[in-house]
């Protein structure tokens, strides 16, 4: 099935573990994005790749980092947990992110960090 | 700083219409997006807008004004499935996308 696929779906996580979020797609898009969605605020973006090989910083960058090896994939890993980085995370991509065309999100991944 | 309002929530009659607003400040405008999210689902695209006007498609119509600011997403014969909330988000001068909170539409029978 075409699509955006993110494991895991949700995840509880002790305080300074360290996680990796993984996002895999595969309609060879070339902008992928992680956003953080909390109640009560909209979608903040944490961190983009334009295309493989580059990443850029969103608006919440701090404590979560993000590598492009390929197309496909596009994992975050936080280093070192902590709870205000509890939260339900999307992944998403685009053909092009400069272009008006849509979003496709996964299904997200809800974290508790306790 | 950038913003986007939206109202918090909205309720509305099954059959109904209903206009859901949203008003924005960025830096720059590359177009608007609706999204629909259900509860602990991902949003799906519903309408882009780059040009002032009304776009329809189906029971949706999107609205914007780009000397105003505003854009209104415009649902017709409502149906119980609608129940959901309905995202802004406005493309920057950057090619970033601000999101407004959203808007949760509560459809009663």
């Known amino acids: 099935i075409a699509g955006i696929t993110q494991a895991p779906t949700s995840q509880i996580l002790a305080a300074g573990r360290r996680m990796t979020l993984r996002c895999t797609q595969d309609?060879?898009?070339?902008?992928m994005y992680w956003y953080r969605q909390d109640l009560g605020l909209g979608l903040r973006l944490i961190h983009y790749?334009?295309?493989?090989?580059?990443?850029g910083k969103g608006e919440v960058p701090d404590g979560y980092s993000v590598s492009r090896a390929n197309t496909d994939d596009f994992p975050l890993t936080l280093a070192s947990a902590v709870p205000s980085q509890t939260s339900v995370y999307f992944c998403a991509s685009s053909d092009s992110a400069t272009s008006g065309g849509e979003l496709f999100f996964g299904e997200g991944s809800r974290l508790t960090v306790l | 700083g950038q913003n986007i309002d939206q109202p918090t929530e909205m309720t509305a009659t099954e059959g109904a219409i209903v206009q859901i607003n949203c008003t924005y400040q960025?830096?720059?405008?590359?177009?608007l997006f609706w999204y629909q999210q259900h509860a602990g689902e991902a949003p799906t695209f519903l309408s882009y807008n780059v040009l002032d006007g009304l776009e329809e498609k189906g029971r949706f119509s999107s609205f914007l004004s780009r000397s105003k600011g505003y854009s209104y997403l415009l649902l017709k014969e409502l149906q119980m499935k609608d129940s959901a909330s309905y995202l802004c988000a406005v493309m920057d001068s950057n090619y970033q996308l601000i999101w407004g909170a959203g808007t949760k539409l509560i459809i009663k029978p």
């Open positions: 309609m060879r898009h070339n902008a």
């Open positions: 960025t830096s720059g405008f590359n177009g």
């Open positions: 790749s334009n295309t493989a090989g580059t990443t």
